[in-house]
């Protein structure tokens, strides 16, 4: 486990050979961006994993607003990512027998919780390290949905009949 650590100078070999950076990446945002750029001055090469549809519907309970298909094309055609893969299983060292990463970035909300806990000591038994970077707390996809959301309620209807003040 370790810290955002200072970018990788031009030229100069990096930390790691192959990362993986895994997300929804739904409602693409500054916040991924910033993931994925951190992530790529860490390693040589960056594979990006992008959760199904399903696994997203799993994990947070709810479906993405953009389709995989839409997100993984999105995420593929960012300069920090050298491949996109498509996550379909909740585990994440059965992706890391897919992928052989040496190192899997998150975002530092994950730092210290269960969910934390367990990634780093999953990964520990396989010499994979986890890095965390700061989370874009202005920025968020569920802030974005819920916005959203609140865009797509119908306005309440006044009460009683409408009078020439209320026109």
Avoid at 21 to 29: E, I, K
Avoid at 44 to 73: C, H, N, Q, W
Avoid at 79 to 92: G, H, Q, W
Wanted: proline share 7%; aromatic share 8%.
């Amino acid at each position: 486990m370790s810290d955002l650590g200072a970018p990788a100078r031009p030229g100069a070999q990096r930390a790691y050979r192959i990362g993986y950076a895994p997300g929804a990446y739904d409602l693409f945002h500054i916040g991924h961006l910033n993931i994925l750029r951190h992530a790529r001055s860490q390693c040589d090469y960056l594979v990006a994993g992008v959760v199904s549809d399903e696994m997203a519907e799993l994990a947070k309970g709810r479906r993405p607003m953009i389709p995989l298909v839409e997100r993984l094309e999105i995420v593929r055609s960012v300069k920090y990512v050298d491949a996109a893969f498509v996550e379909t299983v909740p585990d994440k060292v059965e992706t890391w027998r897919q992928v052989r990463f040496d190192v899997i970035f998150k975002g530092d909300d994950w730092r210290g919780t269960p969910k934390g806990d367990k990634l780093e000591k999953d990964f520990a038994a396989h010499g994979v390290d986890v890095v965390y970077f700061p989370y874009t707390v202005h920025t968020s996809s569920t802030q974005l949905r819920r916005a959203l959301d609140a865009l797509a309620e119908p306005a309440a209807a006044p009460d009683g009949p409408l009078t020439a003040e209320r026109r």
